[in-house]
């Protein structure tokens, strides 16, 4: 594959055309996009987001997704910023998508916007692959932890990605990194510490449908065997 194909299946929205041109007019249709969606939220107060919701977006909420999926309210990159306003929002609810941002370049200016616009006692819910079972896993003997954690057949076939592991590392490089998109393997305690850093000071661990504010407790039932659940109130 060409790198001008690489960028085509990375950033499919570029015109196609001389790819330079097209890079700059993709970049500026991003630009008039991030202002309309601020826009459209500046008037908005007391509400429920969910951030990086891919396909999974609730009803009467605002649902933002780098891709605009069909139930995506809002199509904003949500990597350093957020497009809500001041201390309007209610409820932050951030289900496997935290593990997709950079640890360093994006997970703190991400967490700092999460902090600045929620409401005083609002709550930040984020869930991602607990790094620690995995871990706990590789370091059992045999697979029945691995199990436990992740749904395996007796064929070790990966049923949430459909692929069949030979060894304990294939499945922890594939959870801890999936070709790239994984840019990080989280614990409660280095959860923590981020969040703090942010300026959170109320940081539980929690459980899968178990939330500080029961608006928030909406997980996912296949995800809850791997997850890490972390409630943060401002």
């Not at 993709?26 to 991030?34: E, G, H, I, P």
């Not at 999926?69 to 809002?74: E, Q």
């Not at 940081?203 to 943060?232: C, F, G, T």
Request: hydrophobic content about 35%; aromatic content about 12%; overall charge neutral.
């Amino acid at each position: 594959m060409s790198i001008k194909q690489k960028i085509y299946r990375v950033f499919p929205g570029i015109p196609r055309m001389n790819l330079r041109i097209g890079i700059g007019l993709y970049a500026q249709r991003l630009k008039r996009n991030k202002k309309n969606v601020i826009a459209d939220l500046a008037g908005k107060n007391n509400f429920y987001a969910n951030v990086g919701c891919g396909d999974a977006g609730f009803q009467d909420w605002v649902n933002v997704d780098y891709t605009a999926y069909h139930n995506v309210t809002h199509a904003f990159d949500c990597r350093k910023e957020l497009p809500f306003a001041n201390h309007t929002v209610k409820g932050l609810f951030c289900e496997h998508f935290f593990e997709h941002i950079d640890y360093h370049t994006e997970v703190p200016y991400f967490l700092a916007d999460c902090y600045r616009s929620l409401q005083k006692g609002g709550t930040l819910r984020i869930i991602v692959p607990d790094g620690e079972k995995y871990l706990r896993g590789y370091c059992s003997p045999g697979w029945d932890v691995l199990k436990k954690t992740r749904p395996l057949d007796d064929n070790l076939v990966d049923q949430l990605m459909g692929i069949q592991y030979e060894t304990k590392m294939q499945l922890v490089n594939e959870v801890f990194r999936q070709s790239g998109e994984h840019k990080f393997a989280w614990d409660f305690e280095t959860m923590k510490v981020v969040m703090e850093k942010a300026g959170f000071s109320n940081i539980n661990k929690m459980e899968y449908s178990k939330s500080h504010d029961p608006q928030l407790a909406i997980d996912q039932l296949v995800r809850e065997p791997e997850s890490l659940y972390v409630d943060a109130i401002k």
